[in-house]
T-cell receptor, first 113, second 116 residues
Framework: RKEVEQDPGPFNVPEGATVAFNCTYSNSASQSFFWYRQDCRKEPKLLMSVYSSGNEDGRFTAQLNRASQYISLLIRDSKLSDSATYLCVVNKILTGGGNKLTFGTGTQLKVEL | DTGVSQDPRHKITKRGQNVTFRCDPISEHNRLYWYRQTLGQGPEFLTYFQNEAQLEKSRLLSDRFSAERPKGSFSTLEIQRTEQGDSAMYLC??????????????FGSGTQLSVL
């Protein structure tokens, strides 16, 4: 079983739609959680951190359920520019304090006119 | 440009050849990471440095792979006797060490390796 599992999609949605992505993780020792965005042939970029209390950044809302080991991302009023792959990421602290990010395979979103 | 810089952007090589990639982190960042990403997958952790010390290596990093960060600034990743399975995007990331789990990693644009 993969350490981080996501539905690969693609999710094809019309502009203005609300779309939700989910991910599950297997390592209960994971310490922090993120969503990254990756455009085609580009590097991944941090979208937002995810907290148990839930957090919102504009049209984006992320939620963590530690008991169920489940992470979600909600995008409201989707824009064409939101088309990308969204990577669910869990973090574990390494020897010396570094951060080992474990990425899911990503969920592809295509926003259409 | 003050971001993470990787060179070359693309590398095509024949099976059995050695290749070396370079990463220049953001100047004040003391941590540097190497990841590998194959098509349709998320990036996978390979190794990381704090200053010049290599503190962790993934089991993915076989004996043919070696990484260095000799002066705690730029890093190189060498692959010896390349195999077709080494074809991937090699991503470098850097960060400034904080005593928190929310340390932000900044990724470079990657080096795309194709082994023929």
């Amino acid at each position: 079983r993969k350490e981080v599992e996501q539905d690969p999609g693609p999710f094809n949605v019309p502009e203005g739609a609300t779309v939700a992505f989910n991910c599950t993780y297997s390592n209960s020792a994971s310490q922090s959680f993120f969503w990254y965005r990756q455009d085609c042939r580009k590097e991944p970029k941090l979208l937002m951190s995810v907290y148990s209390s839930g957090n919102e950044d504009g049209r984006f809302t992320a939620q963590l359920n530690r008991a169920s080991q489940y992470i979600s991302l909600l995008i409201r009023d989707s824009k064409l520019s939101d088309s990308a792959t969204y990577l669910c990421v869990v973090n574990k602290i390494l020897t010396g304090g570094g951060n080992k990010l474990t990425f899911g395979t990503g969920t592809q979103l295509k926003v259409e006119l | 440009d003050t971001g993470v810089s990787q060179d070359p952007r693309h590398k095509i090589t024949k099976r059995g050849q050695n290749v070396t990639f370079r990463c220049d982190p953001i100047s004040e960042h003391n941590r540097l990471y190497w990841y590998r990403q194959t098509l349709g997958q998320g990036p996978e952790f390979l190794t990381y440095f704090q200053n010049e010390a290599q503190l962790e290596k993934s089991r993915l990093l076989s004996d043919r792979f070696s990484a260095e960060r000799p002066k705690g600034s730029f890093s190189t990743l060498e692959i010896q006797r390349t195999e077709q399975g080494d074809s991937a995007m090699y991503l470098c990331a850097s960060s400034l060490a904080f005593a928190t789990t929310n340390e932000k990693l900044f990724f470079g644009s990657g080096t795309q390796l194709s082994v023929l």
